[in-house]
Nanobody
Framework: QVQLVESGGGTVQSGGSLRLSCAAS????????MAWYRQAPGKEREMVAA???????YYIASLRGRSTVSSDDSKNTFYLQMDNLKPEDTAVYSC???????????WGQGTQVTVSS
């Protein structure tokens, strides 16, 4: 079973930046996809960014142009860099991976991101 631990959340002012990390308990080279989700109070959970099975990045429209997903195989960690943060980005962010060609799904506990205006 894959364990994922997020870090890097916090409180920043509007326009600030944060880099979220998702540390995995095993090599990320085995992961089919690596994704970031967020859930704001009263809203549904949504995927905001991912590294797809082809290696291509995906970004939700509202984060496109101000976020970057990346990974470091040597650290078994993948990241979400978010810049020019806005109050509407406030949410709990969690990472999720698919393994075994999508047959199994694992996710972390989440990290809080709060953007003040």
């Amino acid at each position: 079973q894959v364990q994922l631990v997020e870090s890097g959340g916090g409180t920043v002012q509007s326009g600030g930046s944060l880099r979220l990390s998702c540390a995995a308990s095993e090599t990320i080279a085995n992961f089919y996809t690596m994704a970031w989700y967020r859930q704001a109070p009263g809203k549904e959970r949504e995927m905001v960014a991912a590294i797809t099975s082809s290696g291509s990045p995906y970004y939700i429209a509202s984060l496109r142009g101000r976020s970057t997903v990346s990974s470091d195989d040597s650290k078994n960690t993948f990241y979400l860099q978010m810049d020019n943060l806005k109050p509407e980005d406030t949410a709990v962010y969690s990472c999720e991976v698919l393994v075994d060609f999508g047959e199994h799904r694992y996710w972390g506990q989440g990290t809080q991101v709060t953007v003040s205006s």
